[in-house]
C-alpha cells in the first residue's frame, strides 16, 4: 500500500542530545513538510522540500534541520538548540498544490 | 501573510445533532486553496475536502457539507446527524501561492456523546 512512514512512534531525548524523526514515502510525491503539533496550536510548519536537494524553511525552523537526497525520505533532526522541543511531529507529502497525504506521526518527549 | 482562524477551540453536541465547524482566512493571494482534515484520536490527519478559491459552489458529501463564502471569507463545515465516530480535531488549513504550503487553524476539537 501507498503511504507515508514515520518512525519511531514514541522518541525520548535527553538534554543536549539530537535526535532524528524519519519520514519515508513510496507515493512518487515531489514535496514534502514538517509539521508541529502542540495542544491547541494547531500545526506549524518546520521545514519543507519541493524537490530532491532542495528544502525551504517553514514558520519555526529555529532549532531543527533536514535532508532530502532521496526523493522518498525527509528526515529531520532536533537539535540541542531547540529548547522545547516536546510535541507531536507530522511528516506530510503532496504532489504540487493538491491535498497533502499525512503519516501517523512521531511524539518526541524530553527526558 | 495567510491566516486561518477557528473561532471555536471545542464543541460537544449529543448525537445525531447537527453540528457547523467555523472556519475564516485571510490572505492576498487572488489564487488559493481552502481544505479541511480530521484528525482522530490516532492521530494521522485525514484528508477531508479542498475547495479552490474560483469554486464557491457548495459541496456536500454524504452527511458533511461545507459552505465557501468569499465575500466573508469563511468556509464553514457541516456535520448533519452526528455520529460518535466523528468525534475528532477538525482543522480548517488554506494554501496559496506558489510554495503550496498549508496554513493551518488551531482545530476545533468535537465531540459527540451518544
Known amino acids: 500500500d501507498g503511504g507515508i512512514t514515520q518512525s519511531p512512534k514514541y522518541l525520548f531525548r535527553k538534554e543536549g542530545q539530537n535526535v532524528t524523526l524519519s519520514c519515508e514515502q513510496n507515493?512518487?510525491?515531489?514535496?514534502m513538510y514538517w509539521y508541529r503539533q502542540d495542544p491547541g496550536q494547531g500545526l506549524r510548519l518546520i521545514y519543507y522540500?519541493?524537490?530532491?536537494?532542495?528544502?525551504q524553511k517553514g514558520d519555526i525552523a529555529e532549532g531543527y534541520s533536514v535532508s532530502r537526497e532521496k526523493k522518498e525520505s525527509f528526515p529531520l533532526t532536533v537539535t540541542s538548540a531547540q529548547k522545547n522541543p516536546t510535541a507531536f511531529y507530522l511528516c506530510?507529502?503532496?504532489?504540487?498544490?493538491?491535498?497533502?497525504?499525512f503519516g501517523s506521526g512521531t511524539q518526541l518527549s524530553v527526558l | 501573510a495567510q491566516k486561518v482562524t477557528q473561532a471555536q477551540t471545542e464543541i460537544s453536541v449529543v448525537e445525531k445533532e447537527d453540528v457547523t465547524l467555523d472556519c475564516v482566512y485571510e490572505?492576498?493571494?487572488?489564487?488559493?486553496?481552502l481544505f479541511w482534515y480530521k484528525q482522530p484520536p490516532s492521530g494521522e490527519l485525514v484528508f477531508l475536502i479542498r475547495?479552490?478559491?474560483?469554486?464557491?459552489q457548495n459541496e456536500i458529501s454524504g452527511r458533511y457539507s461545507w459552505n465557501f463564502q468569499k465575500s466573508t471569507s469563511s468556509f464553514n463545515f457541516t456535520i448533519t446527524a452526528s455520529q460518535v465516530v466523528d468525534s475528532a480535531v477538525y482543522f480548517c488549513?488554506?494554501?496559496?501561492?506558489?510554495?503550496?504550503?498549508?496554513?493551518f487553524g488551531k482545530g476545533t476539537l468535537l465531540t459527540v456523546n451518544p
Open positions: 506530510a507529502s503532496s504532489i504540487f498544490d493538491e491535498k497533502l497525504f
Open positions: 507515493l512518487n510525491h515531489d514535496a
Open positions: 522540500s519541493q524537490i530532491v536537494n532542495d528544502f
Open positions: 488549513a488554506l494554501s496559496g501561492g506558489s510554495n503550496y504550503k498549508l496554513t
Open positions: 490572505t492576498r493571494d487572488t489564487t488559493y486553496y
Open positions: 475547495r479552490n478559491s474560483f469554486d464557491e
